[in-house]
């Protein structure tokens, strides 16, 4: 069974870093595409950052692009993000996922094509 287990989150100001872990097991680790998703209250599921397990090949959502950085340890199947520069509009609760394929760049911006998911973990930016 596979798990995804998120850490690192919590309550920072504005400009402020976080770097949000997602520790993997269950399996075999490769063909995966992982992604970073996010939920804010009230509002729907969207994208955040995306990576190929085994090209390194990292996609990002506009919103984010220059200020969060995703990257994996293959040895540790382990995926980070680091956030910098973070805003109040970045308040969600933050979700890993997981795909065992290489997904199109096409399509990995849509959660419904990941079959595994962790349990969210909260990051607050306050103004």
């Known amino acids: 069974q596979v798990q995804l287990v998120e850490s690192g989150g919590g309550l920072v100001q504005t400009g402020g870093s976080l770097r949000l872990s997602c520790a993997a097991s269950g399996r075999t680790f490769s063909s995966v595409t992982m992604a970073w998703f996010r939920q804010a209250s009230g509002k729907e599921r969207e994208f955040v950052a995306a990576?190929?397990?085994?090209?390194?090949?990292?996609y990002y959502a506009d919103s984010v692009k220059g200020r969060f950085t995703i990257s994996r340890d293959n040895a540790k199947n382990t995926m980070y993000l680091q956030m910098n520069s973070l805003k109040p509009g970045d308040t969600a609760v933050y979700y890993c996922?997981?795909?065992?394929?290489?997904?199109?760049?096409?399509?990995?911006?849509?959660?419904?094509?990941?079959?595994?998911w962790g349990q969210g973990i909260q990051v607050a930016i306050s103004s």
């Open positions: 996922a997981a795909e065992f394929s290489t997904l199109t760049r096409l399509i990995l911006t849509r959660g419904r094509f990941y079959d595994y």
């Open positions: 990576v190929s397990w085994n090209s390194g090949t990292t």
